[in-house]
């Protein structure tokens, strides 16, 4: 049995922020939650961010052939959703050749074809799941090893914290591609109240009820999970585990939704300034 930490205090009064980090002293400069005046204005900051995570899937490495997609649905129309275009690098993924589609895998806006399979699982979820707003998928080196094992990540970090009870194992499909639209409604079944999802045989998959930057942001820190795990036990030393009551103190106040749209604004930032092409 490995060995736990101490429990942790009890959980602080934010005083009414949505987390610990919003700073209470007014006045500093600190990443705001955006406001919209029109669909057409919440459209184009969707489509950027979007860009702006296949970029970053880009930066990660997470690119394999034409496997991998990313959606996020439209402010206007719920029953439609952007997503990367088959075949393009997410490096050269931009505002002008994302692709709109519908729930039966329809392309309603854009000049390229849509990904078959990232059309049966994320319409899926989009569809069963009117709260998901936005939904990740690449095939990782990490990821997709760890999701060999069939089992959840372990509490043996801070980062993995941010996951504990908020993450599930999907062994429905196991390792048979997902072409067929029975196969993302089984997968779609899971995200019931997580965030993410380990595929057996697969790899990771990340959904947010908030923002394609949180479910980007978040994809991104399982990967590093999975390899951190990986690497522990390779060393064949049995980790600490982080008790039960300070996963989930960790998880509340790290592992959110907000926060992982929080974590995002420094990647977009950087973006930003070292790749302009992707208004193009």
């Known amino acids: 049995m490995s060995e736990v930490m101490e429990a942790p205090s009890k959980a602080m009064d934010l005083k009414g922020r949505v987390s610990i980090y919003q700073p209470e002293q007014e006045g500093l400069i600190f990443p705001q939650l955006p406001a919209f005046q029109s669909h057409a204005e919440h459209r184009q900051h969707l489509k950027e961010r979007l860009v702006g995570a296949c970029r970053a899937f880009a930066l990660q490495g997470f690119d394999y052939g034409f496997a991998g997609h990313l959606t996020v649905r439209d402010p206007e129309n719920p029953g439609l959703y952007w997503t990367n275009p088959m075949a393009v690098h997410f490096s050269q993924v931009k505002v002008s050749n994302l692709i709109c589609a519908d729930h039966e895998g329809n392309v309603v806006e854009g000049e390229y074809a849509i990904n078959r399979a990232g059309f049966v699982l994320h319409a899926a979820v989009h569809e069963m799941h009117q709260d998901i707003v936005a939904m990740c998928h690449a095939h990782t080196v990490y990821g997709t090893a760890f999701a060999s094992l069939g089992r959840k990540l372990d509490p043996i970090s801070q980062d993995a914290a941010a996951f504990f009870e908020d993450h599930v194992v999907i062994g ?14 089984k997968v779609a079944h899971a995200f019931r109240g997580v965030k993410a999802a380990i595929h057996q045989n697969h790899g990771l998959l990340t959904a947010s009820r908030h923002s394609i930057e949180s479910a980007a942001f978040w994809f991104i820190a399982l990967e590093r999970c999975c390899q951190q795990q990986l690497m522990i036990e390779a060393s064949g030393i049995k980790p600490r585990f982080v008790t039960e009551e300070r996963a989930r103190y960790s998880r509340e106040h790290v592992g959110s939704e907000y926060i992982g749209w929080l974590h995002f604004q420094s990647i977009w930032n950087e973006l930003v300034n070292t790749q302009p092409d992707i208004f193009d």
């Open 172 to 185: 429905e499909e196991a390792g048979q591609v997902a072409v067929e639209v029975k196969a993302g409604h």
